[in-house]
């Protein structure tokens, strides 16, 4: 019989693992390459890497930057970090050697530890940055990097949940990256939110597919799992043969992912000529991260015969904001309703709320919203004013269903008219051949061109000619591309968005 959790209320998300230690210790709290831990194994490796750090030199207020990938070494890291009191710096091993020294010289860790073990990048990092093999725990062997003594620890809060849980570098799709301080109060409020919004028990085996580093892989996939009593099936890199082979065997329950991940999941099972796909405990699939398409969609309902469910949310919202509801599918591709404890209304760009029905920039008001950005007081007030999360998104509400429309400074005007690239970058995903597009605008006498970058599916046919005919049969002539590139791959963060600042490069 499954005992549900009781409502708790954690003071820092050290806490989680700690409960579930004492609660229901041998319950599997993580599966890695195929080994069950239980609540008991992690929190007796969470401690041991706490003192680990301790005597290294860490101290409370201290950075910590971990370039890792999703394994037990990561979780059980970020977890003691956190229960010293030093603020964990979660970086994904795939960055580029340049991304990591960036944040690196922007944060000033007092260490930075790798998770060598479990990331081929992470190794490759470590050399470079010539750190040292240490073994502080039952995960195996990391690396650590020589104690920075020149750094500064950060003060204090004088409410632990007010010290900050996590210190998340936005991927930059648009510009350069900033440090986002989520405390621990943010943290636990989005992960209590979301677990119960998706209805996660300790019944439920969620399949851990989004990176750590991404905001949504740590609250509402490991943080929303753990809270819950539930169990992660970890894996660092996105495998469809490894996915397919964890649903049919595993008892995965769970699995949260980008369109992208569902779009690949839907092609992959296609050619292998598996739809429905085997998934006999599956209860639910739902996309975030990035904005959802019709195709994408669709194609991922066929393959795998349930509602792909929905939601919303950005890094400095911790980062959830709206689910759809689990009790009402969607057939659209709304966001969902807003999350209980959250306010948000809609804005022109003088700060003004819009009349009803029309689409304007949200303004979120969360126990969610972000300390501020680290280091960077100016953009925190631009962003943060009178306690309202200006987001950048424009959204439009429909029965108190929310729509992604587009990002604020990604809208073109074109002729005079408003054209959204998510609305174009729908159609054009809406082609057989097409796996993903990507739609800018570009300044040119006096108005603005439209250009559409699209990848192929893999094996098939796409013409300059027929996207054009496919696009023109859908759009009105102002929304058309004025230019189309046919490209091999769209570069993608880890997270599965499309990289649209690396696309500028290409104009």
Request: overall charge neutral; some cysteine.
């Amino acid at each position: 019989m499954t005992v549900m959790p009781r409502e708790i209320a954690p003071a820092r998300v050290s806490d989680i693992v700690a409960r579930w230690a004492i609660e229901a210790p041998d319950r599997v709290a993580l599966i890695d390459a195929g080994k069950p831990w239980t609540y008991a194994w992690l929190n007796g490796a969470i401690l041991a890497t706490a003192d680990w750090l301790r005597d290294a030199g860490v101290r409370p207020g201290d950075r910590v930057m971990l370039v890792c990938e999703n394994g037990c070494a990561a979780i059980a890291l970020y977890f003691a970090t956190t229960s010293i009191g030093a603020w964990p710096v979660i970086v994904n091993a795939r960055l580029a050697d340049r991304e990591i020294d960036e944040i690196s010289d922007h944060c000033e860790p007092r260490l930075v530890v790798l998770t060598t073990a479990s990331s081929l990048r992470a190794k490759s990092h470590a050399q470079r940055l010539s750190a040292t093999s240490v073994e502080p725990a039952r995960y195996g062997a990391i690396a650590v990097t020589a104690l920075n003594e020149a750094t500064t620890p950060e003060p204090v809060a004088d409410a632990p949940g007010t010290d900050v849980a996590a210190l998340i570098y936005t991927t930059g799709t648009t510009g350069k990256p900033k440090g986002v301080m989520l405390t621990h109060d943010n943290l636990l409020f989005v992960a209590k939110a979301t677990a119960k919004g998706r209805r996660l028990t300790p019944d439920d085996r969620v399949l851990a597919t989004l990176p750590m580093s991404h905001i949504l892989g740590l609250t509402g996939v490991t943080l929303g799992t753990l809270l819950s009593g539930g169990s992660l099936l970890l894996t660092a890199r996105f495998d469809p043969a490894f996915v397919f082979e964890r649903l049919k065997q595993d008892g995965v329950s769970v699995m949260l992912g980008a369109p992208s991940f569902y779009a690949l999941l839907a092609e992959y099972a296609g050619r292998k000529q598996l739809s429905p796909i085997p998934a006999p405990s599956l209860r639910l699939i739902s996309s975030a991260g990035a904005p959802l398409d019709m195709a994408t969609k669709s194609a991922a309902e066929a393959a795998f015969g349930l509602t792909l469910h929905n939601g919303y949310g950005i890094t400095e919202c911790g980062p959830s904001i709206s689910l759809t509801s689990l009790a009402a599918p969607r057939s659209d591709c709304a966001v969902g309703r807003i999350l209980p404890g959250i306010e948000v209304k809609l804005c022109d760009k003088n700060g003004q709320e819009t009349p009803a029905g029309d689409a304007g920039e949200l303004w979120v008001k969360s126990p969610g919203v972000m300390k501020g950005y680290y280091r960077s007081p100016e953009e925190t007030a631009a962003a943060v004013r009178d306690g309202w999360f200006v987001t950048g998104d424009l959204v439009r509400l429909d029965d108190g269903n929310l729509f992604i429309v587009g990002r604020a400074k990604e809208m073109i005007i074109r002729f005079g008219f408003n054209v959204y690239p998510a609305e174009v970058e729908g159609v054009l995903n809406g082609h057989p051949a097409v796996a993903r597009s990507a739609v800018l605008g570009r300044q040119v006498d006096g108005s603005e061109e439209i250009i559409a970058f699209v990848q192929p599916r893999v094996g098939a046919s796409l013409t300059l000619e027929g996207l054009r005919d496919f696009a023109a049969q859908r759009l009105a002539p102002y929304k058309q591309p004025s230019r189309l590139r046919i490209l091999e791959c769209l570069p993608l963060s880890p997270a599965g968005k499309v990289l649209k600042a690396e696309l500028l490069t290409l104009l």
